[in-house]
């Protein structure tokens, strides 16, 4: 298929999802669409996450940090702000510590990023903590003023939607070349005249902007946060397990990921939490062993491959516990000594 042909692929394919998740409210029940609502969520988190780190081989590990801080800053403003504002302000005051926190480590790579991110994360969430205790004498808030849940639900979606939407244009971009290049060698890209320091801060921006702006969007699902609710680092980890077990190099690899794992945790969080999570480690161990390239990259090449390999191991093994295989051995050495 040819760039344009995919190009319109995506589109159609996009578009499809989304007039099918708009019809849901509809006719489906409030545990439907608030299993929706987590979907959702998990796609915008997952595809923003993917956008950067995975062209880039980023590994980070401070989307909690942002989602955390876009819903503080809708708590704190909603009762003064309308729905969008609030949204937009917690998009922009995530993309802003970002950048801050981009100009202090994206010079790093490898685990001393992913730690760094990681630590920042910490830092924040018990810096918030500090200041509240300090300042305003409690530790969180209790939202008095709560949009519709329609309202709700059709905001995440457009995040999601928007989230992937950006995703398909900015493969197509020399922004997007960029952050392969970034991704596949960064030296050759700053040879070739790339601006690898604005180029990460942007992406790493964007990537936390989405991430602000879906905080901001989730914060009114509950009626009280507080720092340890949006803070919480199982977000950004399961944001990151969701991209590598779906593809974080993929177009729709995260959207699937989340939505298999979204119905995995209801179904599996409540009844056996450690069932779920060990769920998710052994998908990452076996993704990581046997699909590399994650579920988007499964094709029905990949499952015949599987099933001859299983096969021949399975002979092997047949050969091997009905003593055939000692019996060859033992004739070829009598031979050696004839």
């Not at 849901?24 to 409030?30: E, H, I, R, T, V």
């Not at 403003?77 to 510590?97: D, F, K, R």
């Not at 009114?220 to 974080?248: H, M, S």
């Not at 069932?275 to 090449?301: D, E, F, H, K, Q």
Request: aromatic share 12%; with cysteine.
């Amino acid at each position: 298929m040819t760039s344009r042909q995919l190009l319109v692929r995506d589109l159609l394919v996009l578009l499809g999802l989304t007039g099918w998740a708009l019809a849901l409210p509809y006719w489906g029940s409030d545990f439907i669409v608030s299993l929706a609502l987590t979907c959702l969520m998990y796609i915008a988190l997952s595809s923003s996450w993917a956008l950067f780190c995975g062209f880039t081989r980023y590994l980070s590990l401070a989307t909690s940090a942002f989602f955390g801080i876009g819903a503080y800053a809708c708590a704190l403003s909603l009762e003064t702000m309308p729905w969008w504002q609030a949204i937009a302000l917690g998009a922009g005051l995530a993309a802003l510590v970002a950048v801050a926190m981009g100009a202090a480590v994206l010079h790093l790579r490898g685990t001393y990023f992913a730690v760094l991110t990681f630590g920042m994360t910490e830092l924040i969430r018990h810096g918030v903590t500090y200041f509240e205790k300090s300042v305003t004498g409690t530790v969180g808030r209790v939202l008095t003023v709560v949009p519709e849940r329609d309202t709700v639900y059709l905001t995440v979606l457009a995040l999601a939607m928007a989230v992937v939407a950006v995703s398909i244009g900015v493969r197509r971009t020399r922004f997007g070349l960029a952050l392969a290049g970034i991704g596949a060698d960064e030296q050759r890209a700053q040879t070739l005249g790339v601006n690898t320091r604005w180029v990460k801060l942007a992406g790493f921006a964007m990537t936390a902007a989405f991430a602000g702006a879906v905080g901001a969007a989730m914060s009114v699902r509950w009626t009280y946060i507080d720092p340890v609710t949006v803070f919480n680092p199982f977000i950004g980890f399961q944001t990151v397990l969701i991209a590598l077990i779906g593809g974080a190099l993929t177009l729709w690899g995260p959207l699937i990921a989340a939505i298999v794992f979204s119905l995995l945790a209801e179904t599996l969080r409540l009844q056996a939490p450690q069932v779920y999570m060990m769920t998710l480690g052994l998908l990452l161990i076996l993704s990581v062993l046997y699909l590399p390239g994650g579920l988007a990259s499964l094709r029905w090449n990949t499952l015949r491959g599987w099933w001859r390999d299983a096969r021949a191991w399975g002979k092997e093994r047949r050969h091997e516990w009905s003593g055939d295989k000692a019996r060859e051995k033992q004739r070829a050495r009598e031979r050696r000594l004839v």
